[in-house]
């Protein structure tokens, strides 16, 4: 079947496509008010090395990429599997991604929080921006580092407004809305083939049925002593007397 009919046979069934419509409408509107829009907060923190590592009167940021290890160590734990269980069972629904910047080659590390509504977003990434801090210290006080030897983070950037993130909702409501309209073009389309063939099936003679032959309206008639007889097959059921006309030259 060619798009042409496919088209023929959605109009001739168009009330099959409009409860279609109809339906995915409905679901759409159900799904737009389900699935609520997140808000998206993200911060920035940057690892400095200790007093001791850095010559007095240097700029210690010349002094940062020989740390680029203890960033990745520190990744790990903010982001372990017990710290997001906590924020599991505290913010439902809130997500955090913890990881080194990778377009820098220097400790830097980005936070984003994703949550249900922009107060939830705001506590989260204040939770881990100072859980960054509280990690790295504890860290190197287990490893009896001395104070002055000792890395420190700082904030780079902050976010002090969220980003309404609405792509989930959207995917959503517009997969709802459209999933029935187009079953319901591929149903009006079987639909109406079934429908066209049935009837051909029944405007077609049956195999059983006897055809008579019979014979219409003829001339006969000789010539040269020959005797000649035009006859005609008809499909009609009742005969008609055949007429010989004998023409004398």
């Known amino acids: 079947m060619n798009p042409y009919d496919v088209v023929r046979a959605i109009a001739r069934r168009w009330y099959i496509p409009l409860a279609g419509v109809v339906i995915g409408a409905v679901l759409a509107i159900v799904a737009w008010s389900v699935v609520q829009p997140t808000y998206e907060r993200s911060a920035s923190q940057l690892l400095l090395p200790g007093e001791s590592s850095v010559p007095d009167g240097d700029n210690p940021y010349l002094y940062i990429g020989g740390i680029g290890p203890a960033g990745d160590v520190l990744v790990r734990s903010i982001a372990s599997t017990n710290a997001l269980n906590d924020l599991e069972r505290e913010f439902p629904g809130a997500e955090v991604a913890v990881g080194r910047d990778p377009t820098t080659s220097?400790?830097?590390?980005?936070?984003?929080?994703?949550?249900r509504s922009d107060?939830?977003?705001?506590?989260?990434?204040?939770?881990?921006?100072?859980?960054?801090?509280t990690v790295l210290e504890d860290l190197q006080a287990q490893e009896r580092i001395p104070e002055p030897d000792r890395i420190t983070v700082i904030p780079i950037t902050v976010d002090s407004e969220s980003v309404l993130r609405q792509k989930e909702r959207m995917m959503v409501t517009v997969a709802a809305g459209a999933i029935p309209v187009v079953l319901s073009a591929f149903v009006a389309a079987l639909v109406d083939g079934l429908i066209v063939?049935?009837?051909?099936?029944?405007?077609s003679?049956?195999?059983?049925?006897?055809?008579?032959?019979?014979?219409?309206?003829a001339d006969s008639w000789s010539a040269d002593g020959l005797e000649f007889e035009d006859s005609v097959e008809t499909g009609y059921d009742t005969l008609e007397p055949v007429r010989s006309v004998r023409r004398d030259e």
């Open 106 to 115: 220097a400790p830097v590390i980005n936070i984003t929080v994703t949550a």
């Open 119 to 133: 107060d939830e977003a705001a506590q989260v990434l204040d939770l881990f921006v100072k859980r960054t801090s």
């Open 205 to 217: 003679p049956d195999d059983s049925t006897d055809e008579t032959t019979v014979r219409g309206p």
């Open 197 to 203: 063939a049935r009837s051909r099936r029944r405007r």
